[in-house]
């Protein structure tokens, strides 16, 4: 993952300005995504890392400053042009976020269901493939996203974030409240899932054991502001004292 | 003591301003709501089973509710009319309560409680689960593809609902009348028969309609707003419930005054 070779800016973030009433949760927030490249948010909670990602992703309207993606400007695009580029990234949520009336295959293709007319079996199929490319069991094709753990509707969650082959992909804690093992299968997914449709990757998280494993560059928001840029090696040498304290407290082990 | 009373008219005015505001968002909402009706895609799918679950999935609990208030209302009459010598007009009374009245509001306060309470529960957790702005992510507009075919629905099938339980309701008064108070069963049909008038099938249809409307809107609207995870959920849930059952009992007045005032 790391050898990939970088090309273009797909994503450019410039000025960004949050505020919710008079709480300023983001400001002067400056940062570029390469074509390619893997790219992890850290940052207390609260911080406005989730805030961030909705604001790239169009739930949110930023206050002030630019989003653009592949040169196209978000902030206040029409929402017809604003659905058309969303469909350009995947997106897995915090918790999943699988629809509980759905079947898992249903789930997975619900974006190219809505796109183009497609039948069940086809569909499936299309399903099917997916979560082969991720090494899932066929099995749980058919249940729906209660019958499954939480793990695995993370898991569902990447491949229906992959369906559709888009240019970038947004992962918002993806091992949050799961084991370390499951964290590390969740992180190899996401490796894989970069791999194989040749994505770029934002992927917020608290977890430095997987920004090591995942990431080429790791911001850290801080103070409502990008405080420190680098590469996962950099970070664990940074004299930044937020960056060592986070480091500390989240995996002494790594740190030493 | 004037800082405590100006702290009093700040939290009152406070309070008012957030109703209002509230108010202000609830018809921005219906207005967005209702657009989305009208634009393609339409998911037939959803819309359809969605009839079924408040079509016919309600048959059961509107039926036994209309059926004992017909009974009751046979019986009361009866006792409150034998002062007057005017036993003979229980089937008339027992027939304009329950078309123009009691089928409509039960039937909308039952489909309130059951179905206004599931689809607040359900938004509401799709809402604090994410499942929302999944959809927003996913090609989907959720007021087109989650609202829309409950509104549908719910306008299809309260007139549905609400026939059904007054056949049922006026049943229910026939059954008391026979079997309890011995009335001639050929002279009870004649006479309700007889005092079956369209303009009050056509009222207890408007207002169905209008309660399908209200139920649908206030219980998305609550759920699509809803916050805080379980606790959100639960006072969604309870709030729609509460807000649709005072706004059919508004509404059925301000209806029957349209019709009959």
Known sequence: MKKRKIKNIILDVKDLKKTFGNNIILNNINFNLLEGESLAIIGASGSGKSVLLKNIIGLLEPDTGSIKINSTEMVNLPRRDKENLLLKLG??????ALFDSLKIWE????????????SKIDGRKLALSIIKRLSLKPEILDLFPSEISGGMQKR?????????NPKILLFDEPTSGLDPVTGSVIDKLIITAVKTIGASAIT?????????????KVILIDKKTISWSGTPKEMLVSKNLKIKEFIKSTNPKLFS | MIKTILNLFGSVGNKSLKFIANIGHFFIFCFSAISWIFRPPWYFKKILLQVIDIGYFSLPVVGLTTFFSGMVLALQTYNGFTEFNSESTVARVVLTSITRELGPV???LMVAGRIGAKMAAEIATMKVTEQIDALGTLGTRPMQYLIAPKIIASVICLPFLVFVGNTIGILGGYTIAIFKLDFNPDLYLFATLDNLQWIDLVQGSVKAATFGLIISMVSCYFGFNASKGAEGVGYATTVSVVVSSVMILTSTYIITALFFG
């Open chain 1, 91 to 96: 997106i897995t949520f915090q918790h999943g």
């Open chain 1, 107 to 118: 789930n997975i293709i619900f974006k190219i269901q809505n796109q183009q007319k497609i």
């Open chain 1, 156 to 164: 569902v969650a990447i491949a229906r974030a992959i369906c559709g």
């Open chain 1, 204 to 216: 917020i998280t608290h977890d430095m054991a997987s920004v090591s494993r995942i990431a080429d």
């Open chain 2, 106 to 108: 039960l039937t909308g």
